[in-house]
């Protein structure tokens, strides 16, 4: 914690038995995020790349931007 704390990094505590509230953020946020992401990803790797390489960091970035 003091690591994360050192980094500026946000720890984030959720109580047992909440993921119930948390799941409609899985569909109406997550799931778009996640067809547009994976859409975007199938381009980079088709101009160049392999299609069975796992996309790298940089091109994570690239996208999520």
């Known amino acids: 914690m003091l690591k994360a704390f050192e ?8 109580p047992p038995y ?9 569909l109406s946020i997550f799931s778009p995020l996640k067809r547009y992401y ?3 990803i199938m381009e980079i790797l088709e101009g160049g790349y392999h299609k069975d390489t796992v996309a790298g960091k940089r091109a ?4 999520y931007e």
């Not at 980094?7 to 959720?14: A, D, F, K, P």
């Not at 909440?18 to 899985?26: A, E, G, I, K």
């Open 18 to 26: 909440t993921s119930y509230v948390l799941q409609p953020l899985d």
């Open 38 to 40: 994976r859409s975007k």
């Open 7 to 14: 980094n500026n990094v946000h720890l984030l505590y959720l």
């Open 60 to 63: 994570f970035l690239i996208v």
